[in-house]
Nanobody
Framework: QVQLVESGGGVVQAGGSLRLSCVAS????????MGWYRQAPGKQREMVAH???????TYAESVKGRFTISRDNAKKTVYLQMISLKPEDTGVYYC????????????????WGKGTLVTVSS
């Protein structure tokens, strides 16, 4: 129904920057909130940032001031600009979107991408 594909992950030294992208496709009627989550080895998945359709943003305390989430509704794409990366930022970053389809336009559910790996070396 809805597919999310992340890109932009990689290996970077501490203090470096990366920009993640996530493109939504499929029989989408409307996308509400989009966000980024990450999961480090042996840890639970945590919310990094999310953004509403109107542009309101929320960030985890650990990334405030360093990460910026944005979206392009026309392109059905959400971005995560990450600067001043720390080893603690290492993990698989997953894209999330709350969306409805043209088949059931009033029913919203969460969709997930397969993730992109971000490794920050010390």
């Amino acid at each position: 129904q809805v597919q999310l594909v992340e890109s932009g992950g990689g290996v970077v030294q501490a203090g470096g920057s990366l920009r993640l992208s996530c493109v939504a496709s499929g029989s989408i009627f409307r996308i509400n909130t989009m966000g980024w989550y990450r999961q480090a080895p042996g840890k639970q998945r945590e919310m990094v940032a999310h953004i509403t359709e109107g542009g309101s943003t929320t960030y985890a305390e650990s990334v405030k001031g360093r990460f910026t989430i944005s979206r392009d509704n026309a392109k059905k794409t959400v971005y995560l600009q990450m600067i001043s990366l720390k080893p603690e930022d290492t993990g698989v970053y997953y894209c999330n979107a709350d969306a409805s389809t043209i088949i059931s336009s009033k029913w919203y559910r969460s969709y997930w991408g397969k993730g992109t790996l971000v490794t920050v070396s010390s």
